[in-house]
Structure formats: structure tokens, C-alpha cells
């Protein structure tokens, strides 16, 4: 008897991606910056995701990294997310983490 076959997505635990090298970005354009907020119990959190565009590294969220926030506006939130995201970037192009 034949086996069925299922159209269900294959689970892949380890994705074959290229190894790339690390890349110091040369100016703020070789940065992506995601600033954005979401609820909290006591107001708004802001949301960062900073990449390196160079080798697409992620700097920003990392493990350990503290809350952005609680602030009482979602305006506040999202500007506080963008000012730790431009610090990051302006940190990394001073001493960039390869």
C-alpha cells in the first residue's frame, strides 16, 4: 500500500543560511531601525529591532536586554524606542561588535 503524503509544512530546525563575515556599517544607511510600542499594564513599552544591514546582524533586541518603558503615551514610548535605537547604531559605528 502507498503512503500518503502530507501537505503539511516540513518542520526545519536548523535552516542552511550562507556564513557571512562580520561588517562594521560605515554610516547610519548601513542600519535598520524598527521603533514601535505596544500595551502594558501601567501604560506603553516601547519595541526596538536594530540590524546591520552590512551582514544582517541583529544588535538590538539581545538576550538580557531591560524594558523600554513603561511610558503613559504611546508618542513617548515609540521616541524612547527610536532614541535607544539611534544610540545603538551611533554605538556601534564608534566601536562596531564583530
Keep these: 500500500m502507498k503512503n500518503p503524503?502530507?501537505?503539511r509544512a516540513k518542520l526545519v530546525l536548523f535552516a542552511?543560511?550562507?556564513?557571512v563575515n562580520p561588517i562594521a556599517g560605515q554610516?547610519?544607511?548601513d542600519y535598520a531601525?524598527?521603533?514601535s510600542y505596544r500595551p502594558h499594564l501601567s501604560g506603553f513599552v516601547g519595541t526596538l529591532k536594530v540590524v546591520r544591514l552590512t551582514d544582517s546582524?541583529?544588535?538590538y533586541p539581545?538576550?538580557?536586554a531591560d524594558e523600554i518603558g513603561p511610558f503613559p503615551t504611546q508618542a513617548a514610548a515609540r521616541a524612547a524606542a527610536a532614541q535607544r535605537g539611534s544610540d545603538i547604531?551611533?554605538?556601534d559605528l564608534r566601536t562596531p561588535e564583530l
Aim: charged share 30%; aromatic share 10%; net charge negative.
Design 33 to 35: 531601525v524598527y521603533a
Design 5 to 7: 503524503s502530507s501537505r
Design 89 to 91: 547604531v551611533v554605538g
Design 27 to 29: 554610516d547610519e544607511d
Design 16 to 19: 542552511s543560511r550562507p556564513i
Design 57 to 59: 546582524r541583529l544588535l
Design 62 to 64: 539581545f538576550e538580557g
